[in-house]
């Protein structure tokens, strides 16, 4: 390190002291700290022109963040303060802390966009980078060559790491500020923070700490299917985020806080209630009452309900596909999640009796989905329809069908298991032959050598990439996955421009009918496969 990188450092090091020390002291002014944190952002973006590869090394961007977040949580609680006052309000002051509150807010914006526009720059031609060089309107100088941009892959892997925690960072920022401010209609805007996150997501998938920050966002917006969701998102990740198993047991513990006795009937005697709504209330209660269970039968009123509920409302095309893709991945979840729970603590019996009770959630749900399709297939043959026999329903169950169906492979050995057991004997016996009703279905409505083939990934395989529980399965049927995934994000490229939506749609039963040729090369499914070339 040369003496002008040395005196750099230590011209950072110093700003950071003077800057804690103004936040330890109550009687610091706003404007003071405002200053401090100026100069530390000047002098650690003069560090990364000057020598990048150095200053992603150290922990100073980390160090950066805190103190924006140690300050951000000043002002919160000044304006926490202010709300919170009995008797006589003080609307001027109130009003001013929140307009210094914002300006923070947007300056810290403003730099952390910078200094991602800074590190595209500085990795120009990088595929990764392409989805923020539009987001930030980057195209132009992305495109522009520059000269000494040229970096070793460590540089690169650091340089997309910094992206994803800046992602997040001005993720954080934009939910801070509809969390604290007052919005002039009444209404949040989520979607800027939201749009952050599900950037950091494509940056870097196999991080689990997006998820857990819209996570935070569902439960403010009283979502819990799609607070749950994330939270499985988050702990099923490769890299799950600090305290990402105690943020899902306080989840599952507040939904069962909440359960009324009235949920385990709702909707099956009370005509005025959806089939949807029911589902979209008492889904994530079940996961809850489940992960809390000490007895196999105990909610299996509750699960019938739930069952009987889903065909229902998959019938009558009144649960969004969203909700199902989410309702299908987190049962996946809870079962991986549950069964690493059961190999940590073999010796905790609620350990296995929670493994058990996911695992039939799944083959239950999974039949539910199946019977839908085989009505529709039969409906359509009723009504002598020659045309297309993949009608919308049937469409909008095929990415969840083929979540279930790399399950499948992945649990097909532990579902024989079950055959004997007098709690699972009867619903995997039942599913088996669901399955293969199912797809005979779908087998003789298509001709398997003319279905094609993609040579990108399809959006629900993207959405899985990262995703412990189903990875292993997604690697063997597609080898490249991250090639087709660069590949899928970037369509610009002609050549592999995406496809229109119905040969897309031929594509999914392809892959279908190819894990039922997986499964006949396996000897655990209590199957037999006729005339499979």
């Known amino acids: 390190m040369n003496t002008k990188d040395r005196d750099q450092y230590r011209l950072i090091g110093s700003v950071e002291n003077e800057l804690r020390t103004a936040l330890e002291d109550q009687d610091s002014n706003s404007s003071q700290i405002d200053t401090l944190l100026q100069q530390y952002r000047a002098s650690y973006e003069d560090l990364l022109l000057k020598n990048y590869e150095d200053a992603l090394s150290t922990n100073i961007e980390d ?30 002051e109130q009003r001013k802390a929140a307009t210094l509150y914002l300006r923070f807010l947007k300056a810290s914006q403003r730099f952390y966009r910078g200094y991602i526009q800074r590190l595209a720059v500085r990795s120009c031609g990088t595929s990764e980078l392409t989805a923020i060089a539009r987001k930030f309107s980057l195209d132009g100088a992305l495109a522009a060559p520059k000269e000494n941009t040229q970096t070793t892959p460590e540089v690169q892997h650091a340089i997309l790491r910094s992206c994803h925690r800046t992602l997040i960072h001005l993720g954080d920022l934009s939910r801070y500020r509809e969390s604290e401010m007052d919005s002039k209609n ?116 509750f699960e019938d309900s739930i069952c009987r509920n889903i065909c229902k409302a998959l019938e009558g095309r009144s649960l969004a596909t969203e909700f199902v893709d989410m ?15 059961w190999q940590a603590e073999p010796e905790n ?33 009723q009504e002598r329809n020659t045309g297309n026999p993949i009608n919308s329903a049937v469409r909008r169950l095929l990415p969840s069908l083929r979540y279930y169906s790399a399950w499948l492979i992945s649990r097909a050995a532990l579902l024989s298991v079950h055959l004997g057991d007098v709690t699972m004997d009867h619903v995997v016996k039942n599913f088996w032959v669901t399955y293969a009703e199912t797809m005979s279905l779908l087998m003789s409505v298509t001709e398997f050598n003319d279905l094609p083939r993609l040579q990108y990934l399809l959006e629900e395989d993207v959405s899985i990439i990262g995703f ?6 997604q690697l ?44 006949a090369k396996s000897d655990v499914r209590p199957l037999r496969f006729a005339n499979l070339k």
């Open 63 to 92: 160090k950066l963040w805190d103190a924006h977040v140690r300050i951000n949580g000043r002002f919160r609680r000044q304006l926490g303060y202010f709300r919170n006052l009995k008797g006589k309000r003080k609307p001027v």
């Open 349 to 381: 019996p609620l350990n296995e009796l929670a493994f058990k009770l996911m695992q039939r959630l799944n083959i239950r749900t999974f039949s539910s989905l199946l019977q839908t399709v085989g009505r529709e297939y039969q409906n359509l043959a």
């Open 327 to 341: 309702a299908v991945l987190s049962n996946i979840a809870s079962d991986f999640l549950a069964g690493d729970r």
């Open 186 to 301: 009444g209404k949040k805007n989520w979607q800027p923070a939201i749009d952050y996150y599900h950037l950091a997501i494509a940056i870097r998938p196999s991080s689990g700490t997006p998820h857990n920050q819209l996570a935070i966002i569902a439960r403010i917006r009283g979502n819990s299917m799609r607070t749950l969701y994330h939270l499985y998102r988050a702990q099923s990740a490769y890299e799950p985020p600090p305290r990402a198993n105690e943020n899902l047991d306080l989840e599952l513990k507040k939904l069962r806080e909440s359960l009324h006795p009235a949920d385990f009937a709702f909707g099956d005697s009370d005509a005025t209630v959806s089939p949807s709504k029911y589902i979209q209330r008492c889904f994530p209660l079940l996961h809850a009452c489940y992960f809390g269970a000490n007895d196999m039968q105990a909610y299996h009123g």
């Open 476 to 519: 063997q049927r597609k080898p490249s996955v991250s090639a087709a995934f660069m590949r899928r994000v970037n369509p610009e490229d002609v050549d592999l421009a995406p496809v229109p939506s119905d040969i897309e749609v031929r594509c999914r039963i392809r892959d279908l009918l190819e894990d039922i040729l997986e499964l």
């Open 468 to 473: 412990r529980p189903l990875q292993e399965v």
